[in-house]
């Protein structure tokens, strides 16, 4: 029988069990956060068994005031390596000492002292949101939980933006499933069909207003989502056909589930989708005109401004490019 304890509870029982004993003997009465973040399965809660293999332990960061980081932080880092046994549990453990401020510069390259604005909305990776946003809090006394519904989700207009430009990296394409594959190319035809599949995946991450994660849990969190149980079977449909027909045939069901979650968020007046062909090409293509109508919903000028610009593509792709977030600035030049 298996007796895998989750790394988010594990790393719990080891601050309340361990950790927080320590800080109170030897700093009595000292602010600070605890939580579970950055990288790993567990922050997000998909490990398993086969995530302890590599770098999972339980671990935890702690966060002090600015104030008291910068006279005690030290002296904090020198008790948590002298106090603190080296195993919890059968793992070896690890803790850090961060300030809020300092560990989302850190991580985001953002300076939460300072207003978010639409480019730093538009070049935050996605993932990374999610991993800072996703993680467990197991005290809170300097302001992180606050930090985290700061950046809970994008603001409207933001928002609003980034399902503009996600039906439109879906409406040029449908039309080449059927044109690949009246060519020969099924081989293309699958790809491009896939390519369809992941971005109706991320509208619906999208419009159910959740971040979506890196690529190895982005379809068990999709899976999970409210949407997750009836979009599933019909994009698995579309991604399975052997032949250009039956992958046109199938993606049509999926982009009208996507066209009715629209509908259920009441922005719009309800959008009927439409089979429609290009010219007399033998290729039936859902068009619903979604992206003309949340386009005038957009109030902040500057959204605005960047959507006269950039209106479609995959402008969401571009938070992805630089890996480092200290590269962050430079995609932030595209959007000033």
């Not at 453990?93 to 207003?115: I, N, S």
């Not at 390519?195 to 109706?200: F, M, S």
Request: net charge negative; glycine share 8%.
């Amino acid at each position: 029988m298996s007796t895998f304890v989750a790394g988010a509870e594990l790393s719990r029982r080891w601050y309340v069990e361990v950790v927080q004993p320590v800080l109170r003997a030897r700093f009595p009465g000292l602010p600070h956060a605890a939580a579970l973040l950055g990288r790993g399965s567990e922050v997000l809660g998909f490990d398993d068994e086969m995530s302890t293999d590599h770098d999972w332990r339980p671990r935890v960061l702690l966060f002090l005031t600015e104030e008291d980081e910068e006279a005690r932080g030290d002296e904090v880092r020198a008790a948590l390596r002298r106090g603190v046994p080296p195993t919890f549990a059968g793992r070896p453990v690890h803790a850090e000492v961060h300030t809020v401020r300092g560990y989302v510069r850190q991580q985001l390259e953002l300076d939460l002292d300072r207003d978010i604005q639409p480019r730093d909305w538009l070049t935050l990776p996605e993932q990374g949101l999610r991993m800072f946003t996703s993680g467990p809090v197991f005290r809170d006394e300097v302001g992180l939980q606050a930090a985290q519904d700061r950046l809970a989700y994008y603001p409207r207009d933001v928002w609003l933006y980034l399902m503009i430009t996600g039906w439109w990296r879906v409406h040029p394409e449908v039309n080449l499933v059927g044109r690949a594959g009246a060519a020969g190319d099924e081989l293309g035809s699958a790809l491009i069909g896939w390519r369809i599949v992941g971005d109706l995946m991320r509208l619906a991450f999208l419009m159910e207003r959740q971040y979506a994660p890196y690529s190895k849990w982005f379809g068990t969190a999709f899976a999970r989502l409210p949407c997750g149980p009836q979009l599933t079977p019909l994009l698995e449909q579309a991604g399975r056909a052997e032949g250009w027909q039956d992958r046109e045939a199938a993606l049509l069901p999926a982009y009208e589930q996507l066209v009715g979650m629209h509908n259920a968020l009441g922005l719009t007046a309800p959008v009927a989708t439409e089979l429609v062909q290009l010219w007399d090409r033998p290729f039936k293509v859902a068009w619903a005109d979604i992206p003309g109508l949340l386009l005038p919903l957009i109030q902040d000028p500057v959204v605005a401004g960047i959507a006269q610009r950039w209106p479609v593509g995959p402008v969401d792709q571009f938070r992805e490019l630089y890996w480092s977030p200290q590269n962050r600035p430079l995609l932030v030049r595209v959007f000033e």
